[in-house]
């Protein structure tokens, strides 16, 4: 069964009813003068927004492509090609006081042999004398999240302990193994200053931080 468009579950609504939080359809008479008018509101400025997103997610489709083809542009000069996307790239106006970059970030999960790894180190910390607070501090590592995710900055910090025991490196071994890169997102970030001895400030296009 398809889900129906917001346009068509409208046109399912017969003229002078409103369907209201709980699904269920009021008279236009029987509502709220306030209500009608907090609605109103909520559909004006929804009408404006949309397309604003729209447009900047064009623009920042446009803005990396353009930037990728001049970075193609400057390899040819070297007759150099890559594949795949660009890593991170800095682009500065010739004055020094515009800046754009993309950075590129990589999300990582683990997959079925982080398990293995839990088992082996539970194993590790039954053969030796672990004072309680170490042993709890890295028995949390594992514990997953509202979305059923292990924390991957948890687990990858366990490797800076060093124990000299063939367990605790198969355990290691078998985190490593389980690596996962899920997504590799790339952000578009425009900075400028006033001068070249000035501190960047960032032009967010983000509403919650304007």
């Known amino acids: 069964m398809t889900d129906l468009t917001e346009e068509e579950i409208t046109a399912t609504i017969p003229p002078g009813w409103r369907e209201n939080a709980r699904g269920h359809l009021v008279r236009e008479s029987d509502i709220d003068e306030y209500d009608l008018m907090r609605d109103q509101l909520v559909d004006a400025l929804f009408a404006i927004a949309e397309p604003l997103r729209e447009n900047l997610r064009r623009f920042k489709s446009q803005a990396i492509g353009d930037i990728d083809a001049f970075v193609d542009l400057s390899l040819e000069r070297y007759d ?85 025991d063939p367990l605790w490196e198969r355990a290691m071994d078998a985190i490593a193994d389980s690596i996962q890169h899920t997504i590799s997102t790339r952000y578009l970030r425009f900075s400028k200053r006033s001068d070249n001895n000035a501190k960047w400030i960032h032009l967010s296009m983000d509403l919650a931080k304007l």
Do not use: P
Not at 121 to 136: L, V
Not at 142 to 152: A, E, H, N, R
């Open 80 to 164: 150099v090609h890559i594949g795949g996307r660009r890593g991170n790239i800095t682009l500065t106006s010739y004055d020094g006081r515009r800046r754009i970059e993309i950075d590129v970030s990589d999300r990582l999960e683990f997959d079925e042999r982080i398990h293995a790894a839990q088992e082996l180190i539970r194993e590790f910390f039954d053969g030796r004398d672990m004072d309680r607070e170490t042993r709890a501090v890295i028995d949390d590592v594992f514990q997953v999240d509202k979305k059923g995710k292990i924390s991957t900055d948890r687990v990858l910090g366990l490797r800076k302990h060093r124990f000299n």
